[in-house]
């Protein structure tokens, strides 16, 4: 076990609709990052933050966004959904800020979205 | 943004035969990290190298990172059934505010 939850575990729904994945990150952990993982694409960052700030920012499309609260769990909106943006999402938490140094990522177990 | 290249995408081998992945950015990393995911699972971490020219050993596998700091390698030796799954490799090449970029992984299977 990671430390690091993930809800919910599975997510159907329709093209155009808009989804909430939340995560809660391992307990001391200041960073949360977000990847989405589509078959045979690896794991594509999204965006990290960091005690509240992001921190970094990847390809992460218009329509997705994402906040890091004061207790530090993070939300991951994605809006008007593709078919596309099926995938499996994870989260990852560590320790430090990142930079030119990451400290190892803890992921949790993802959260697999399905757009139909 | 910069990538990290990893190779092979798949590696097919007969159990107790050795497999190595390989992992190349353009640019020099400031350390590379190495994750495990099983199939159906989440990626873990293996092991973060940082000195040019450093070797890490963890039983059978052994992680390396290039001299200049642009490539590295994992190895697995004598491979046995649990060693399935995704190897990623993990680095920063674009520096501090591109987070850190995961090569595509490489799929191995084991052939019993």
């Known amino acids: 076990d990671s430390g690091v939850t993930q809800t919910p575990k599975h997510l159907i729904t329709a093209t155009g609709q808009r989804v909430t994945l939340r995560c809660s990150p391992r307990?001391?952990?200041?960073?949360v990052y977000w990847y989405q993982q589509s078959l045979d694409q690896g794991l594509q960052f999204l965006i990290q933050?960091?005690?509240?700030?992001?921190?970094a920012k990847g390809n992460i499309l218009e329509r997705f966004s994402a906040q890091q609260f004061p207790d530090l769990h993070s939300e991951l909106n994605l809006s008007s959904l593709e078919l596309g943006d099926s995938a499996l999402y994870f989260c990852?938490?560590?320790?430090?800020?990142?930079?030119?140094?990451?400290?190892?990522?803890?992921f949790g177990n993802g959260t697999r979205l399905t757009v139909t | 943004g910069q990538q990290v290249m990893q190779i092979p995408q798949y590696q097919h081998v007969q159990e107790g035969e050795d497999f190595t992945t390989y992992c190349n950015s353009s640019?020099?990393?400031?350390?590379i990290q190495w994750y495990k995911q099983r199939p159906g699972g989440h990626p873990v971490f293996l092991i973060q190298l940082v000195k040019s020219g450093e070797v890490k050993k963890q039983k059978r596998l052994t992680f390396q990172f290039g001299e200049a700091k642009k490539n590295s390698s994992l190895h697995i030796t004598a491979t046995q059934t649990t060693d399935v799954g995704t190897y990623f490799c993990a680095g920063n090449p674009g520096g501090g505010a591109d987070g850190l970029t995961f090569g595509k992984g490489t799929h191995l299977i084991i052939q019993p």
């Open positions: 933050y960091y005690n509240g700030e992001e921190r």
């Open positions: 640019t020099t990393l400031s350390n």
């Open positions: 990852a938490s560590s320790v430090e800020e990142g930079g030119l140094l990451h400290s190892p990522l803890h």
């Open positions: 307990s001391g952990d200041l960073s």
